[in-house]
């Protein structure tokens, strides 16, 4: 387990060598992390606002009272001896959003628009992976054809970020733009 900076102050994103879950998970208070005995054990820490769980890594969003430099480690060395202790991360039987099957996926993808489904395989192939490596998570929303106007979700490191708004400005909605050739496209982001 290793930390890493983003590019979001207030959130710092652990890494580990083994797969956490095989869904994203996002948690805003405790009441929420009923499936997550890691996240749940993580919000006793009196710093920790928010907990973002993916595929191999931990964002963790703290509030202002505290410093990285304080408590990185204690929060580096308390995941690693959870994690090597085999505790449960995600308890995936008891969340209630279950992940959607690759048929379920096909099917919604299949009842979108032309438009809508040319941005969900931009955002997939280009977007997405440079959020996640910031410890963070883009989901497609929606496209209004009439206002031109793609949403977004913003997760992790991203929601609330101080940079977001001019990384989708001026990567996304640009490079949406020009893959589309269209430069009426607007993107508004939502935070999770």
Known sequence: VYGETTPNP???KFVCNK????????YKNIDEAKNSPLAAV?????FVKEVFIDENYISITKYNVANWDDVTLELRTF??????????????DKTVTKPISEEAKDVAFDKLDNT???????????????????????VFD????????VKVI???????????TF??????ENMLKQMLNDEEIVVEALNS
Not at 19 to 26: D, S
């Open 10 to 12: 207030s959130v710092m």
């Open 19 to 26: 797969r956490l879950t095989k869904i994203t998970v996002e």
């Open 42 to 46: 993580l919000f006793n820490f009196p």
């Open 79 to 92: 995941i690693k001896e959870y994690l090597e202790n085999g505790n449960t991360v995600v308890d995936e």
């Open 116 to 138: 809508s489904q040319q941005i969900v395989n931009i955002i997939e192939e280009y977007v997405k992976p440079a959020v996640q490596s910031d410890g963070g998570n883009i």
């Open 142 to 149: 929606s496209f209004n054809p009439e206002n031109k106007k």
């Open 154 to 164: 913003l997760q992790g490191a991203c929601s609330g970020c101080p940079s977001s």
């Open 167 to 172: 990384t989708l400005k001026n990567g996304i």
